[in-house]
C-alpha cells in the first residue's frame, strides 16, 4: 500500500477524513439523492453510449475541480484514474461513522 493510499482503509477513525469532511459529505450525498447520483455529479463515472465509464484520464484536473475547499487536504490520497474508488472509500468511511454515531 502506498504511504498515503486509502484503499482498503474504512475504519472511522481512519486519517484523512476529519468529521467536518465526513458531514459535508453527508449534506452532498442529501442534496443529490444519493451516491449513484453524488457520482454523476462529482463526474466519478459517466457514461458513453450504453457504457458506464469510470476512469478520469487526466486526475490532476479531477483533483482541482472536485477535491476542493473543504476536501482540498484530500488531493494527495487521490491516487487513482478512477475517482469512483475514492468516493467509494470515503462512502464506507461515512457509513461506518454513522453507524457508530448511532450506536
Not at 476529519?18 to 444519493?34: C, N, P, Y
Not at 462529482?42 to 465509464?53: H, I, W
Not at 477535491?67 to 464506507?92: A, H, N, R, V
Request: proline share 4%.
Amino acid at each position: 500500500m502506498k504511504k498515503n493510499s486509502i484503499q482498503d482503509t474504512t475504519d472511522p477513525n481512519f486519517f484523512p477524513f476529519t468529521e467536518k469532511q465526513l458531514k459535508k459529505f453527508r449534506e452532498e450525498l442529501d442534496e443529490a439523492g444519493g451516491f449513484d447520483e453524488l457520482m454523476f455529479k462529482k463526474k466519478a463515472f459517466g457514461t458513453r453510449g450504453n457504457e458506464l465509464v469510470a476512469q478520469y484520464y487526466d486526475i490532476e484536473v479531477y483533483k482541482e475541480k472536485f477535491l476542493t475547499g473543504e476536501y482540498e487536504p484530500l488531493k494527495e490520497f487521490l491516487d487513482t484514474e478512477i475517482p469512483y474508488e475514492f468516493w467509494s472509500m470515503f462512502y464506507e468511511t461515512l457509513r461506518r461513522w454513522e453507524d457508530k454515531n448511532e450506536a
